[in-house]
């Protein structure tokens, strides 16, 4: 369940070209799943607002 989520929505954000990652078993503990966003130097505000924009919906919306 958790993993499968994880993977989705990386899935998702990689797909709108931001650079995350799932982090899944065995790499980290089964049921702490999480996410890695990798942000630079160079990101700007506006790149930033809008991956906590596409964040935001896929988690409140489950939108695809």
Do not use: W, Y
Not at 7 to 17: D, E, F, N, P, T
Not at 46 to 56: K, P, Q, R, S, W
């Amino acid at each position: 369940r958790g993993a499968e989520n994880v993977v989705r929505l990386s899935a998702q954000l990689q797909g709108k070209g931001f650079d995350v990652r799932a982090l899944i078993p065995p790499s980290t503990p089964r049921r702490q799943e999480c996410l890695r966003f990798v942000l630079h130097s160079f990101n700007s505000e506006v790149e930033i607002d809008n991956l906590m924009e596409e964040l935001d919906g896929c988690l409140c919306c489950g939108r695809d």
